[in-house]
């Protein structure tokens, strides 16, 4: 097992805080701030005189309020990107994100917000090409609906990781069933 890889975090209301990293949820293991709810696999972290399973879901066992935090956490630029799935939301292609921007649907010059709701990604062409105008106005239509813009960014992260984790989808309140017959723009909407 890498020491790279994600472990689900659970507050003590088993509500899903976020993820870290397998390094981070040992530490947090050995001094006895977490219970583990699910070990990932047969996978062990080996040392040179021990051997120790991986945990794939942590819980706290102390609660922390963090929903003012989340708004202001950061990351808020590749949590965007993976809300947009690295596709200019203009053209419709998926760039690196080297060469991808972030565009205020409504322009901050004229009034509008730097929130999640109010930044799309968009590709420097037609980001450019936008300038200093709403979408209507530069008769550049959104590809994403604006419901697909309210899903919460914690939220996007969690369920792109759980893509590749299933003991992960009962915490998150993902649909078994719904796995890859539901289209990615439903599973976008499903969240709010």
């Given at each position: 097992?890498t020491?790279?890889g994600?472990?689900?975090?659970?507050?003590?209301?088993?509500?899903?805080?976020?993820t870290?990293?397998?390094?981070?949820?040992?530490?947090?293991?050995f001094?006895?701030?977490?219970?583990?709810?699910?070990?990932?696999?047969e996978?062990?972290?080996?040392?040179?005189?021990?051997?120790?399973?991986?945990?794939?879901v942590?819980?706290?066992?102390?609660?922390?309020?963090?929903r003012r935090?989340?708004?202001?956490?950061g990351?808020?630029?590749?949590?965007?990107?993976i809300?947009?799935?690295?596709?200019?939301?203009?053209?419709?292609e998926?760039?690196?994100?080297?060469?991808l921007?972030?565009?205020?649907?409504?322009p901050?010059?004229?009034?509008?917000?730097?929130s999640?709701?109010?930044?799309?990604?968009?590709?420097?062409d037609?980001?450019?090409?936008?300038?200093?105008?709403?979408?209507?106005?530069a008769?550049?239509?959104?590809?994403?609906?604006?419901?697909?813009?309210?899903?919460k960014l914690?939220?996007?992260?969690?369920?792109h990781?759980?893509?590749?984790r299933p003991?992960w989808?009962?915490?998150?309140?993902?649909?078994?069933?719904?796995?890859?017959?539901?289209?990615?723009?439903?599973?976008n909407?499903?969240?709010?």
């Open positions: 097992m020491i790279n994600r472990v689900l975090l659970l507050n003590q209301t088993y509500e899903p805080l976020g870290v990293g397998v390094a981070r949820a040992m530490v947090m293991l001094n006895n701030s977490v219970t583990v709810e699910e070990w990932d696999g996978r062990v972290l080996r040392t040179p005189r021990e051997e120790y399973p991986v945990p794939s942590v819980r706290r066992k102390t609660y922390i309020n963090v935090r989340r708004e202001a956490s990351m808020k630029r590749l949590r965007i990107y809300r947009d799935k690295y596709r200019c939301q203009y053209c419709g998926r760039k690196l994100p080297a060469v921007t972030l565009d205020h649907i409504y901050r010059s004229r009034g509008g917000d730097n999640p709701f109010n930044i799309v990604t968009a590709c420097l037609c980001n450019n090409r936008k300038g200093n105008r709403t979408p209507d106005e008769r550049m239509p959104l590809l994403t609906t604006q419901s697909a813009l309210r899903v914690e939220r996007v992260v969690l369920c990781y759980a893509e590749a003991e989808r009962k915490y998150l309140f993902l649909d078994e069933a719904g796995g890859a017959a539901a289209s990615r723009e439903e599973k909407t499903a969240y709010i």
